[in-house]
């Protein structure tokens, strides 16, 4: 039981956990059914194969990918496409938004934990 009150909702004290069982080596996509949260924590607890996640949100904003307290930088923008590359699925952190679609993606590894 949380152990404040503002008015109509709990005060969330305690983080939630939303424990998935996933195949290493894949791309999944994370929905939201409400809406989503203002910092969510991601690990990936295993021994092989990372995982690129993608999470599409309601609107444009601004959204930062922090690994070990650093900001990560989004992928290098190809002019081709005009947006920002692909990932190339090499190191933990490594991320892009798409924009007009507003899908944050990121690559995890295992042991990696990042707050988006």
Not at 58 to 73: E, I, R, S
Not at 75 to 104: H, M, Q, T, Y
Request: charged share 25%; with cysteine; aromatic share 12%.
């Amino acid at each position: 039981m949380d152990h404040v009150w503002d008015g109509f909702y709990s005060g969330q004290l305690r983080m939630s956990r939303f424990p998935v069982l996933i195949e290493g080596e894949k791309d999944y996509t994370v929905r939201y059914t409400g809406t989503p949260p203002g910092k969510m924590r991601y690990i990936l607890h295993g021994y092989r194969g990372g995982v690129k996640i993608a999470v599409p949100y309601p609107n444009a904003g601004v959204y930062q990918v922090v690994l070990k307290g650093v900001v990560q930088k989004v992928s290098k923008w190809d002019p081709k496409l005009g947006r920002n590359a692909a990932l190339d699925k090499r190191r933990c952190g490594e991320n892009r938004f798409v924009g007009i679609a507003n899908i944050l993606e990121f690559y995890l590894t295992p042991g990696c934990e990042l707050t988006v």
